[in-house]
């Protein structure tokens, strides 16, 4: 297959909640450009360790190296800024804020960030576009189906063009339709883009689909 560049080094991450450890010693070396899901039975430390990769927690031991930066370096606002700028984030439920259009939701990182409105959401049409939505910008979630506002999700996640996608189980709350149409838009966005994904499932169906699959028992990874 050639040669492939490491973007995420995890050495050893151990997590401990209320003095139960979820994550017992995990490694794994993420490469640009790759497909990666997590599957394995509930309380297995998938959702802890996505949290970890996308520092929205920190492990209690070990490391996290992304394109040669120790992560353990960064603290506070510029944690929050090296995220924003390079990590995109789609949970099972979509959490779109119900009070503003899909052109909105997408473009909110972006004003966040203090990109012009104009500029903003000319990107927020671009992946929106990308994602089959481009006829539902005025749309507010609660006009949107559940697959339509997923793909909200996904499109808001790119808004800052990062480059690494995290997704907690993404399809959890659709049909098998729409978990298809999902799937089919993050290989999409890998091919078209370049983008990194990784994803937790519970599905093996979808699980199989990625270019490699970790399986996590009692905080390990096993395969």
Same mark, same amino acid.
């Given at each position: 297959?050639? =040669?492939?560049?490491?973007?995420?080094?995890?050495?050893?991450?151990?997590?401990?909640?209320?003095?139960?450890?979820?994550?017992?010693?995990?490694?794994?070396?993420?490469?640009? $450009?790759?497909?990666?899901?997590?599957?394995?039975?509930?309380?297995?430390?998938?959702? $802890?360790?996505?949290?970890?990769?996308?520092?929205? #927690?920190?492990?209690?031991?070990?490391?996290?190296?992304?394109?040669?930066?120790?992560? $353990?370096?960064? @603290?506070?606002?510029?944690?929050?800024?090296?995220?924003?700028?390079?990590?995109?984030?789609?949970? /099972?439920?979509?959490?779109?804020?119900?009070?503003?259009? *899909?052109? !909105?939701?997408?473009?909110? +990182?972006? =004003?966040?960030?203090?990109?012009?409105?104009?500029?903003?959401?000319?990107?927020? =049409?671009?992946?929106?576009?990308?994602?089959?939505?481009?006829?539902?910008? *005025? /749309? &507010? +979630?609660?006009?949107?189906?559940?697959?339509?506002? /997923?793909?909200?999700?996904?499109?808001?996640?790119?808004?800052? %063009?990062? @480059?690494?996608?995290?997704? %907690? !189980?993404?399809?959890?709350?659709?049909? $098998?339709?729409?978990?298809?149409?999902?799937?089919?838009?993050?290989? #999409?966005?890998?091919?078209?883009?370049? &983008?990194?994904?990784?994803?937790?499932?519970?599905? !093996? =169906?979808?699980? %199989?689909?990625?270019?490699?699959?970790?399986?996590?028992?009692?905080? &390990?990874?096993?395969?």
């Amino acid at each position: 297959m050639g =040669y492939y560049k490491s973007m995420l080094i995890a050495d050893s991450l151990y997590k401990s909640y209320f003095g139960a450890e979820v994550l017992r010693g995990v490694s794994l070396d993420v490469h640009e $450009s790759e497909i990666v899901s997590i599957v394995g039975p509930s309380g297995a430390g998938k959702t $802890s360790l996505l949290y970890i990769l996308g520092t929205l #927690d920190n492990p209690d031991k070990g490391h996290l190296q992304f394109e040669g930066i120790d992560l $353990s370096t960064l @603290k506070g606002s510029e944690l929050a800024h090296f995220r924003n700028e390079n990590i995109g984030f789609v949970f /099972q439920f979509h959490n779109l804020l119900p009070e503003f259009t *899909s052109l !909105e939701n997408v473009a909110m +990182p972006c =004003y966040l960030a203090g990109i012009d409105r104009r500029d903003a959401d000319d990107i927020a =049409y671009e992946v929106l576009d990308l994602v089959g939505l481009e006829d539902k910008l *005025s /749309q &507010k +979630p609660s006009e949107l189906s559940g697959g339509e506002r /997923q793909r909200v999700a996904v499109a808001r996640a790119l808004a800052n %063009d990062p @480059k690494l996608i995290l997704a %907690d !189980e993404p399809t959890g709350s659709l049909d $098998s339709k729409n978990a298809k149409k999902l799937y089919d838009i993050f290989f #999409d966005i890998r091919d078209k883009l370049g &983008k990194t994904i990784i994803y937790v499932t519970h599905d !093996e =169906y979808f699980a %199989d689909l990625a270019d490699r699959k970790l399986e996590i028992v009692d905080g &390990k990874v096993i395969s």
